[in-house]
């Protein structure tokens, strides 16, 4: 049985999280997009973070490779790695930006923030 | 397409549960509010000269109602007002009056277009003309009269409408649907330059009427109030980020020489990028 630390946070070897998505905050002007884009100013696009170990849950919506991958993995650890935390659904921004012929442009791009994490 | 608006909510459905970095408020902001608080504007008045980029309220409403849906999870493309696309291009016109003729007959609308993608599919175009109230209302037309928009070259009719002098007491803007011209064009035997014709006639008869009387003259328009060709088109594949992003860098490079003197900032950014 594994203890809690103060923070909630497990000692030794299960100390990092599952694979889950996480928060990221992407700030145009930051990275110094602000002179083509209006809006948004900023948005949420999250990234997906955390170990892919064994047992996989089902909702990490694991591959069958990945399922394999993950089992050759905690039987050696060293001849596979674990399976990859990746965005398994995204979805699209409105983007309004000024083009190179200085057209103001309403553009829909598609996988622009992650809807689900899972194990690939 | 104001009967397509939806408010956006107040705290979108996509931070629910996230861990909000900044401002807890920031995505309620109204872009009119953006505009009004934020540098971005005085930046482009800067970098991109003085005629200054303003984006016609019809671009910031378009923004903020399909952002809006997506944040409800609808999409997009399910408005009618979208034409199932997903990227609206808007042209500000370029044409003057020619003053020297009064009264005004006809009036040319030009579009540098050139910026349009082969690689995109046009759903379709659209021109949006403000008219202005009459400053003389007296000499207005009475009764119903007609404007009519023609392509420069052919003289075909693109598209019609009737208007009440009544009506007109009060500004708007005209839609007229361009989308005959688009559908056959060619990016080769057309070249990148858009013309269209306006002309005004009373009722169904051939008389041609004075464009100034019915509101249509361009003195002291400010730039929102232009007249703007609104393309509508689908990407055909899956676009990124990158492409916008090289089409600004070869923009810049194909500047002039005053423009990349000053640019300093620039390749600092473009480095950072």
């Known amino acids: 049985t594994a203890l809690n630390n103060r923070h909630g946070k497990r000692h030794g070897k299960k100390s990092k999280s599952r694979c889950s998505k996480k928060a990221l905050h992407v700030n145009f002007k930051e990275l110094g997009w602000d002179d083509w884009i209006i809006a948004p100013l900023d948005y949420e696009a999250y990234h997906c973070e955390g170990v892919c170990d064994f047992p996989l849950r089902s909702h990490l919506e694991p591959t069958n490779h990945a399922i394999i991958q993950t089992l050759m993995n905690s039987m050696d650890p060293n001849s596979t790695p674990p399976s990859c935390c990746v965005p398994t659904k995204l979805s699209p921004i409105s983007i309004l930006y000024i083009d190179s012929g200085n057209n103001v442009v309403y553009k829909q791009y598609e996988d622009m923030v992650v809807e689900q994490c899972g194990c690939r | ?228 060709l609104v393309v509508y088109t689908r990407s055909k594949k899956r676009e990124n980020l990158f492409n916008e992003m090289k089409e600004k860098i070869k923009s810049r490079g194909s500047g002039s020489r005053s423009e990349e003197e000053r640019g300093l900032q620039f390749k600092a950014r473009r480095r950072r990028r």
């Not at chain 2, 208007?163 to 989308?179: F, I, M, Q, T, Y």
Request: proline share 4%.
């Open chain 2, 1 to 228: 397409f104001q009967s397509a608006a939806i408010i956006s909510p107040s705290v979108p459905r996509r931070n629910k549960g996230a861990k909000i970095l900044h401002d807890g408020q920031r995505s309620t902001k109204f872009l009119k509010e953006i505009f009004a608080s934020s540098p971005i504007l005085s930046h482009h008045q800067e970098d991109f000269n003085k005629d200054a980029i303003v984006p016609h309220d019809y671009m910031l409403s378009i923004y903020r109602t399909y952002s809006a849906a997506e944040r409800l999870g609808l999409n997009a493309s399910f408005f009618r007002s979208s034409k199932s696309a997903n990227t609206i291009t808007s042209f500000v016109d370029r044409g003057t009056d020619d003053l020297l003729h009064s009264p005004l007959r006809r009036q040319k609308y030009l579009f540098d277009v050139s910026t349009l993608s082969d690689k995109e599919e046009l759903v379709g175009a659209e021109l949006r003309i403000f008219r202005k109230v009459p400053g003389d209302l007296q000499t207005s037309p009475t009764g119903l009269y007609d404007i009519q928009l023609l392509s420069c070259r052919s003289e075909r009719l693109l598209d019609s409408r009737s208007l009440d002098p009544l009506d007109s007491r009060k500004p708007g803007w005209e839609v007229l649907d361009v989308w005959e011209m688009f559908k056959n064009r060619h990016h080769s035997d057309q070249g990148s330059q858009i013309c269209l014709q306006l002309k005004g006639t009373l009722g169904k008869s051939e008389m041609e009427i004075d464009l100034k009387q019915m509101g249509f003259d361009r003195t002291g328009r400010t730039q929102q109030e232009k007249a703007i």
